[in-house]
């Protein structure tokens, strides 16, 4: 198993910066992909930003270019630097990482996320 846990939300003024960090431990070697998802009130969670191991990353649509994601392998840690922040922007953000078992199966975990408001 993997387990996650993030830090870094609170409250920042429109147009501030955050950075969000997601620590990983157990089954470190079997992660595929880490990545951030986050979820409104009222909303879907949706997939914030993702990378690989290899380090390729993906990003949503709405945080392109102002939304940062990274990780360091030595310290078992994702880093997500939030810039231009907009009160669209407010969520409980969640750390994922997708994982092979020994027979080849993908799993999902998940933290116990981390909310970020940005105030207008």
């Known amino acids: 198993q993997v387990q996650l846990v993030e830090s870094g939300g609170g409250l920042v003024q429109l147009g501030g910066s955050l950075r969000l960090s997601c620590a990983a431990s157990?089954?470190?070697?079997?992660?595929?992909?880490l990545g951030w998802y986050r979820q409104a009130p009222g909303k879907e969670r949706e997939m914030v930003a993702t990378?690989?191991?290899?380090?390729?990353?993906n990003y949503g649509d709405s945080v392109k270019g102002r939304f940062t994601i990274s990780r360091d392998n030595a310290k078992n840690t994702m880093y997500m630097q939030m810039n231009s922040l907009k009160p669209e922007d407010t969520a409980v953000y969640y750390c994922?990482?997708?994982?092979?078992?020994?027979?080849?199966?993908?799993?999902?975990?998940w933290g116990q996320g981390t909310q970020v408001t940005v105030s207008s």
């Open positions: 994922n990482a997708v994982s092979r078992t020994s027979a080849g199966y993908l799993y999902n975990s």
């Open positions: 157990g089954r470190i070697f079997s992660i595929n992909v």
């Open positions: 990378i690989t191991t290899e380090g390729s990353t």
